[in-house]
């Protein structure tokens, strides 16, 4: 595996990471394009009791 792509992925998961910690409810949606992740996308959901 190359350094850029190993660098993609830890960057990829840092990110990941950091957006799950503050989000209850919701989605996040990896953008593939030429086997490199180029977007992460989060929806958060607030639910109303």
């Not at 190359?2 to 799950?20: D, F, G, H």
């Amino acid at each position: 595996m190359s350094n850029r792509k190993q660098n993609n992925i830890n960057l990829t998961i840092e990110k990941i990471n950091t957006m799950l910690e503050t989000m209850n409810y919701g989605r996040i949606t990896l953008v593939i394009q030429d086997n490199y992740v180029v977007q992460v996308e989060k929806s958060e959901k607030i639910r109303l009791k």
